[in-house]
Structure formats: structure tokens, C-alpha cells
């Protein structure tokens, strides 16, 4: 099979109504080689996204990194505001008073790190986005409700118009359709 | 057990967490329906106006204080703080037991909590709201609140981090950006079913601008999954800091009754209390009238009846280390203060709040209390006004009588006390009518988590992979299989 893209088409859709369906599915799919392979669900289900090959995100890793930098940041915006910017002499307090600023600096991980959990998400998961190819799928509409739905897309090598609907079909999807872009 | 566990033989003795008869279609239609349906139910808009009136009268009065400042509240030296403090602690409490239901619950893998969580997280949002604007106006001067956040300036001030109200402003300020994103990140799978139910076109593009797109991809949902957990475990330490911070207000200064070192388990203690009889007194009535009986089931009711116990026993450990403090510590001035506070011009205020706070929710020993929703709804009454109570003890009654008698006042709150205080409980719950009316007040992707056929059998998918089970439509489990 050549590499060459269908003109005008995104993938093909598998719909599937059992959530053992689809993982058994997206299993079989992988098996046979598809790499580009998108999977929908109602709901988080773990086997599914590992089925098709996705294992590990870099959120945490995101969350990290920003809760260090709020803490860091959070420590030496007390500490150059109390002992450059505006040196106040509290009670003969020292002017870097570490345990009084220990409150505000776990404020700012704990600030920064959520932040970065909810943007980082949607970053990572190209979100907010209006326009998407799978939502012309007739009953699309079910992927939020109670229909799991299984996308081969067409830039997958091993892709094919005719080779991968007769495959999808043959996994006991319920409907095939094509994706338009 | 354990090993029954793993033979799949052990069947759980407890009543399902979701009702009988409800699959992923009825749950997304149930929920959506409220949100979706055409006019308003009349008790909603009832209900709606007279809480509305509240809130007008909140809008009134801080009108009133602005213009002619705090002095039309009854605190004056040496009771500098009175209500205002006092509603703050009581609505930040109130706010806690969201956190708590929807962070460590999730963490802890209490499944029941997914149908409460929602609610519960909306009510810690406006309860916060409530709670911010005592303070805010408190300063006398609202305007310059600004000056509470480290921004650059002409005058080249600074604000004092050393100072635990400035510790407050950052934990209540956090608080509240956290539970907001909690929240909405919890609601984004729930617009997007929303958007695909909807049948008018306007809720389409609402419903769809709020979802921003969430098509369920697997992809998108385990980093979704990573970063609700990471929120959770965040939102776990940031609940407890909160109301430790609060109490350091209190704490670090040196007023009898007030300097103790047990303030900040104590007062997250009492805040899960206080909010987990909140969670109840909105519940219950919600839950009736909208029948989500369903959803909000009677294990629900009595595992918060639990936590209630539990907590309330802490916080009458608290009570009773406090009388022991002040006898131990062989202060005078702690000696009398404790005197004064049961014994005092104020003291049946401290027998109230041992009657609402410790005595009364016993009750709840009894199975049959902890089945019966009018006797929980009252002993929810009674919990919220003693934890306002518990507020005032500490706070007025350290002040109005400290160390010089000269200096002694009895405080007295004025008419703005009350229409500010009843204002912001008009306000809160014009805000919950709004979330029911408005935003599906039951998380549906969640609640769809539950279901018997939501579990991926592994077995099932072997066979279906091998070719050995009929592809397509698996019959759906019974409850209770």
C-alpha cells in the first residue's frame, strides 16, 4: 500500500455501542499495524487509550516544572520586595524572614502548578477548538453520550478507502463512515 | 476477603451508589433535561425571587457602606472584628467541605462522591465569594483593596508579607482560582454531552463555545485524567493550608483564647463540619425536588451523616483542649477568659453552641436518624447556626474582655449586621439556584463511571479479540450481578 492520501478525506469512523467492543477493537487495530488511530469515549476508559498505543503524557512533568517555578517565584518576590524593594523593620524581625513567607510560597506552587494543569491540558490536547473533521460524522453526536467510536486516520501508512473499511467492519463495528475533512 | 475480593465472589453488602434501571443514555438525558428544558418549574422561580431578594438587600447594604463607611456595623475598639470575621470563617468553612468531597474523596476512590461532587464544588465557589467580600469591605476603604496584592505602584509600597492577613489574601485568592478551575474542568466533558443533546441552536453554540471543542478523544482524556488527579492532589494540601491560615490569624496573635497552637487542626475540622451540613441542607431539598433520587441515594446521605459525626468529634476534642489549655497554662488572663466565656454577659451563647455543636448531631449514632432526612436536615440546622456560633465565641468574646478592664465593651451588631450577613445567604443561594437551573448540577461522565457495563472486562475483550464471543451488542449486566 502506498502512503498516498485520499483526496478530502480525514480518516475512517467505526462505531461500536460496548465499551469491551471498542477496547477489543482498538487492540485488533493496533495488532494489524495502524498507527494513527484515534479512539472516542463517553467517559475515560484506560484501557482504551492504552490500546491504541498512548501510555504516558507530560502533564505531570508540566505541573512540576510550574510548581517550582511558583515556589521559587513566590519565595524571592517576598524576599526582594521585603529586603530591597521596601525593607521594613517588623518587630527586629530579620528583612528575609524565611518561616513568615513559607505560607505565601506554598500558595504560589499550589497556584502556579493548577494553573498549569488546566492550561497545559488544554494546550497539550490542542483545545479550545472549533473546527474538527470526526464531528461531520452522522451520530457523532453519540461520542458523548453512549456510543465509543474507533478512527483510523488517513494519513496512516498502512491506510486505504476500500482496505481499512472492509477492515473496521470486519471488528464488528456497528456502522463505518467516512471522516470528511 | 481480600482473597474474595479477587474471586469476584465477595458481593458488596452496601446499597448501590446509583439507582436500578439507569444506563449511559438515561443518565445523560436525566441530568441534561433539567439543564435543556424549556420555562422555568415554579417552585424554581419561587424560590429564585426570595432569594433574590436577599441578595438585592446585600447589594443595598454594601451601597450603604461604602458611602458612609464601617461604622454602621457594631464594631468599634476593642472589638475591632465582629461579624465581618465571623462570616468569613463561617462561609470559607462552608466552602472546605467541597474541596474535601471532590479532591480527597477522589483520591481516596470514594466512587459515591461523583454525584455529589459537582454540587458540593459549587457551593465551595460561591460560599468563597460570600466569605471574600467581608474582608474586602472591611478595610473601609474597597477601592484600595489593590493594595493587598504585591503589584508595582507609584507610591512604591510594598505589602507586608510578615503579616498573616497578607498570607489570607494569598490562600483565600488561591482557593477560589483552584476551585474555579476544578470546577470547569470538571464541566467540559458535561458541555460537550450538553451541546450534543441540545435541540435549539442557540444552546448548541453556547453549550459547544463552553466546551471548547471536547470531542472525548482517549488521548485527550487520560492527559484529562492526569491532570484532574494532579488538580486533586493539589487541592488536597491547599483545603488543609486554607483554613490553617485562617486560624493563624487568630493564633499568632497574643489574645487570650486565641493563642493556642491547636486553632489549625481544629478549625479544619470544624470547616468540614460546617460545609458537610451545607452539602446536606442543599441536597436534601434539591434532591427531592428534582427527583434525582436516583443519583443523590440514601448512602450518600448517611456517609455525610458519618463524616459529620466524625468531625464533630473533633472539633468537641478541640473544645474540650481548650478549657484544659487555659487551666494548664495557669495564665489569669487564660483563666478568665475561659471563665468569661461560659460564665460571662455572653456565656448562654457558649450553651448554645455546645448544644448545636456537640450535643444534638449525637443523634446521629442511630441508624434510624441517619435514615430519616427530616431528622438530618434539622440537625443540619442546628450545626450550621452553632458553627456560626463557635465563631463568634472565639472571636468576640476574646476581645471584649481582654486584658485591662478599662478597656472592656460589650459589643452589640447593629441592624447592617444582619441584613449584610442574611444578604451574602441570599446571594449564596441565589448563585446555587442559578448552577441547578443552569449547569448540570450531577457530573454525567462521571456518573456514567458507575454504571455495571462502564467496567472494561478483561476476560470480555480477550474473547471478543479471539473471536470467540458474538461481536456487538453484549447483553447488559443486571444490577447487582
Known amino acids: ?181 | 476477603m481480600a482473597d474474595a475480593v479477587k474471586n469476584q465472589d465477595y458481593v458488596d453488602p452496601r446499597p448501590p451508589v446509583v439507582g436500578p434501571g439507569l444506563d449511559f443514555r438515561s443518565i445523560t438525558q436525566k441530568i441534561a433535561d433539567i439543564v435543556l428544558m424549556r420555562g422555568f418549574k415554579k417552585g424554581w422561580v419561587f424560590g429564585f425571587a426570595i432569594v433574590f431578594l436577599g441578595s438585592i438587600m446585600l447589594f443595598n447594604t454594601i451601597a450603604y457602606l461604602v458611602l458612609k463607611g464601617v461604622g454602621i456595623w457594631g464594631n468599634n475598639i476593642p472589638v475591632g472584628w465582629a461579624f465581618d470575621i465571623i462570616n468569613f470563617v463561617w462561609w470559607i468553612g462552608i466552602g472546605h467541605a467541597g474541596t474535601l468531597i471532590s479532591a480527597i474523596l477522589l483520591l481516596l476512590r470514594q466512587s459515591w462522591r461523583n454525584s455529589i461532587n459537582r454540587f458540593a464544588e459549587a457551593m465551595t465557589l460561591f460560599a468563597v465569594a460570600c466569605a471574600g467580600m467581608f474582608p474586602a469591605l472591611h478595610t473601609g476603604r474597597p477601592w484600595v483593596d489593590y493594595w493587598l496584592f504585591p503589584i508595582p505602584n507609584t507610591m512604591q509600597m510594598w505589602p507586608n508579607f510578615r503579616s498573616p492577613l497578607m498570607w489570607d489574601v494569598f490562600a483565600v485568592t488561591t482557593y477560589f482560582t483552584v476551585s474555579l478551575l476544578f470546577w470547569f474542568m470538571g464541566l467540559i466533558p458535561d458541555f460537550a454531552s450538553l451541546r450534543d443533546t441540545a435541540k435549539k441552536k442557540w444552546q448548541k453554540i453556547l453549550f459547544g463555545i463552553l466546551a471548547m471543542g471536547w470531542r472525548g478523544d482517549a488521548k485527550h482524556w487520560h492527559r484529562y485524567e492526569t491532570a484532574y488527579l494532579l488538580l486533586a492532589g493539589l487541592s488536597t494540601p491547599l483545603v488543609l493550608s486554607v483554613h490553617s491560615v485562617v486560624s493563624f490569624d487568630f493564633a499568632t496573635g497574643i489574645v487570650p483564647g486565641w493563642h493556642t497552637t491547636i486553632f489549625p487542626p481544629y478549625f479544619v475540622a470544624g470547616a468540614i463540619y460546617a460545609g458537610f451540613a451545607m452539602v446536606l441542607t442543599l441536597a436534601i431539598p434539591v434532591r427531592k425536588y428534582y427527583h434525582l433520587e436516583d443519583f443523590i441515594t440514601l448512602r450518600h446521605i448517611r456517609n455525610c451523616c458519618k463524616v459529620m459525626l466524625a468531625t464533630g468529634l473533633i472539633v468537641a476534642y478541640g473544645y474540650l483542649m481548650e478549657q484544659f489549655f487555659s487551666w494548664y497554662s495557669s495564665s489569669t488572663y487564660e483563666m478568665f477568659m475561659m471563665k468569661n466565656r461560659m460564665f460571662g454577659p455572653y456565656g448562654y451563647m457558649y450553651w448554645i453552641l455546645i448544644l448545636c455543636n456537640i450535643l444534638i448531631p449525637q443523634l446521629l449514632w442511630w441508624k434510624k436518624m441517619r435514615d430519616n432526612l427530616a431528622v438530618i436536615f434539622i440537625i443540619c440546622m442546628f450545626i450550621n447556626v452553632g458553627m456560626w456560633l463557635e465563631r463568634f465565641v472565639i472571636i468576640v468574646m476574646s476581645l471584649n474582655r481582654d486584658f485591662t478592664p478599662s478597656a472592656w465593651y460589650m459589643y452589640r451588631p447593629t441592624i447592617f449586621d444582619f441584613t449584610m450577613f442574611f444578604g451574602t445567604v441570599g446571594f449564596f443561594l441565589t448563585c446555587m439556584f442559578l448552577f441547578i437551573r443552569f449547569v448540570p448540577m450531577i457530573p454525567i461522565f462521571e456518573m456514567k463511571t458507575l454504571l455495571p457495563e462502564a467496567q472494561v472486562d478483561e476476560k470480555k475483550v480477550e474473547d471478543l479479540e479471539n473471536g470467540k464471543a458474538p461481536v456487538g451488542a453484549t447483553p447488559l449486566p443486571q444490577f447487582g450481578d
Open chain 1, 1 to 181: 500500500m502506498t502512503t498516498q492520501e485520499e483526496p478530502g478525506l480525514y480518516g475512517m469512523m467505526a462505531e461500536f455501542d460496548d465499551p469491551n467492543a471498542v477496547v477489543a477493537a482498538a487492540r485488533r487495530t493496533y495488532e494489524a499495524g495502524y498507527r494513527k488511530i484515534n479512539a472516542y469515549s463517553p467517559y475515560p476508559i484506560e484501557e482504551l487509550s492504552e490500546a491504541i498505543g498512548y501510555r504516558r503524557n507530560y502533564v505531570s512533568l508540566t505541573v512540576l516544572l510550574f510548581g517550582l517555578v511558583g515556589g521559587l517565584g513566590g519565595f524571592a518576590l517576598q524576599a526582594w520586595t521585603s529586603a530591597i524593594a521596601y525593607p521594613l523593620n517588623v518587630g527586629g524581625r530579620p528583612l528575609i524572614s524565611t518561616p513568615s513567607f513559607i505560607p505565601i510560597t506554598f500558595e504560589c506552587v499550589v497556584l502556579l502548578a493548577a494553573l498549569s494543569a488546566f492550561v497545559g491540558m488544554l494546550a497539550m490536547n490542542r483545545l479550545p477548538q472549533p473546527y474538527h473533521p470526526v464531528f461531520n460524522v452522522p451520530g457523532f453526536n453519540r461520542a458523548s453520550q453512549d456510543r465509543f467510536f474507533i478512527c483510523v486516520k488517513a494519513d496512516d501508512p498502512n491506510f486505504s478507502a476500500t482496505g481499512t473499511r472492509a477492515f473496521l467492519e470486519g471488528l464488528g463495528a456497528k456502522e463505518v463512515s467516512d471522516v470528511e475533512k
